[in-house]
């Protein structure tokens, strides 16, 4: 049972490049997120997923953009990465009705932007 | 807007001491709370949530919390820790008629000496 997976793990980009970050979980989860983490700061989140079809910013969407490909699969993507997107960032999936269900996260993913 | 905070970002405690980590959220309505163990080069897991009911929580590992609703707070406890308890402690909170929105705390960093 793989959970939630990330990929890749690691990924050096030079400012300006871009990259997408995916994200699949195989537990029929409605509801996906990403998030990132910085030292001090603990997890911010970038965008969430409700269901299959929605998403809506979450408290750090600048120089992100997401995808929602399907019930499985929801993606971020940095259009022009810059150094402040230097993090680890984590992908998490839940079926949250009413606060019910917790957060399973994947195994995140380290970004040095140079 | 929600927030979470945690008091202490850094603890540093001998084996068989007592632990509290203090985490207070601001949210006017019903939440849901949450605490999130990340041990060194891992993901996320749950140690414990608390949804409605006993306020006196108990997770995995020994651990406990107590959410007093008049003070807005969920510490987590453990009367005596070990050396496998050196790990970042995040608390997370989220409003449990609204939407799931999961928001974490800036996270407590753990230090367990033998």
């Known amino acids: 049972n793989a959970g939630v997976t990330q990929t890749p793990k690691f990924q050096v980009l030079k400012t300006g490049q871009s990259m997408t970050l995916q994200c699949a979980q195989d537990m029929n989860h409605n509801s996906m997120y990403w998030y990132r983490q910085d030292p001090g700061m603990g997890l911010r989140l970038i965008y969430y997923s409700a269901s299959e079809g929605t998403t809506d910013k979450g408290e750090v969407p600048n120089g992100y953009n997401v995808s929602r490909l399907n019930k499985r699969e929801f993606s971020l993507r940095l259009e022009s990465a810059a150094p402040s997107q230097t993090s680890v960032y984590f992908c998490?999936?839940?079926?949250?009705?009413?606060?019910?269900?917790?957060?399973?996260f994947g195994q995140g993913t380290r970004l040095t932007v140079v | 807007a929600q927030s979470v905070s945690q008091h202490n970002h850094h603890v540093i405690l001998s084996e068989a001491a007592s632990l509290e980590l203090g985490c207070n959220y601001s949210y006017g309505g019903t939440v849901n709370l949450f605490w999130y163990v990340q041990y060194p080069g891992q993901h996320l897991q749950l140690l414990l949530k608390?949804?409605?009911?006993?306020?006196l929580v108990k997770g995995i590992k020994g651990f406990e919390a107590e959410f007093i609703k008049s003070k807005f707070s969920f510490n987590l406890r453990k009367p005596s820790v070990q050396w496998s308890d050196t790990a970042e402690y995040f608390c997370a909170v989220t409003p449990s008629g609204g939407y799931n929105k999961l928001i974490f705390g800036a996270g407590t960093r753990l230090a367990v000496h033998p």
């Open positions: 998490a999936s839940s079926n949250f009705r009413q606060g019910m269900v917790e957060a399973f």
């Open positions: 608390y949804f409605s009911g006993d306020p």
